[in-house]
């Protein structure tokens, strides 16, 4: 017995299937707007829920990654990071700190671990914060070999693994939703040992920003 020819008319039928398929998840994808009002108002005027709706996007190298802001955790912080990133204050820096299976940090126009915009910058620390925890954000500052949350300007840190043992101790105020993939890419540069000049843990090649801006979800 001959086998039954292919039925070809079958084939659109599975076509208009699949692009049925791209189209509804390409409608369930969050939007995101770089003209958004909100992006125009004065950073003092803002309200939690308007902070709650920015994300940063953080173009760099390696990549790029994006985190939500969370006014919730932290809305001092929250506001003194859209301030610097309005500002256009973290185009060009470097990732100065990574630190392997454990987190990246960028912020610092030195470059060094010890610069910022100058001290001062009241660090929220409330029993709502944020967990770090993978894809964490925040405010970073020396910790050894007493912690310095006076100093804390502009370094943040993002998380490539659980570091539950910072919990209330460092100020969280985002977290990534797209881009971990860069993340981990940043964290797997080579970098200076522990002991290494001239500071630990700097990347042996700049790992740079080359963006930073802020977008509204829709």
């Known amino acids: 017995m001959m ?15 699949a692009v049925a ?5 390409s409608s369930c994808r969050q939007q995101f707007s770089r003209d958004d009002p909100v992006l125009q108002k004065p950073v003092d005027e803002l309200t939690d829920q308007e902070i709650a709706r920015m994300i940063a996007v953080v173009k760099t190298n390696y ?25 256009y204050f973290y185009y060009g820096l470097t990732f100065h700190e990574v630190r ?7 912020g610092d126009p030195l470059g060094t671990g010890e610069g910022g915009p100058g001290p001062g910058l009241t660090v929220d620390f409330k029993e709502t914060s944020g967990p770090n925890v993978r894809g964490s954000v925040g405010l970073y500052f020396p910790y050894d070999p007493l912690p310095q ?25 985002g977290k990534v939703i797209d881009g971990m993939s860069t993340v981990d890419r940043i964290g797997n ?10 500071r630990p843990y ?17």
């Open 202 to 218: 700097m990347p042996l090649a700049p790992v740079t920003v080359e963006d930073l801006h802020l977008e509204v979800k829709k």
């Open 63 to 87: 990549g790029t990654f994006k985190f939500e802001l969370h006014p919730e955790w932290a809305p001092k912080t929250c506001r003194a990071f859209i301030k610097l990133a309005k500002g």
């Open 21 to 25: 398929v791209i189209a509804i998840a």
């Open 100 to 106: 392997p299976r454990a987190w990246i940090v960028t």
């Open 149 to 173: 949350p006076e100093i804390a300007g502009s370094q943040f840190y993002v998380l490539i693994k659980n570091q539950r043992w910072m919990n209330k101790k460092y100020s969280v105020f």
């Open 3 to 17: 086998n039954q020819p292919y039925s070809w008319p079958r084939l659109p039928a599975l076509a208009l299937a």
């Open 189 to 198: 540069v080579p970098v200076t040992p522990r002991s290494g000049k001239p």
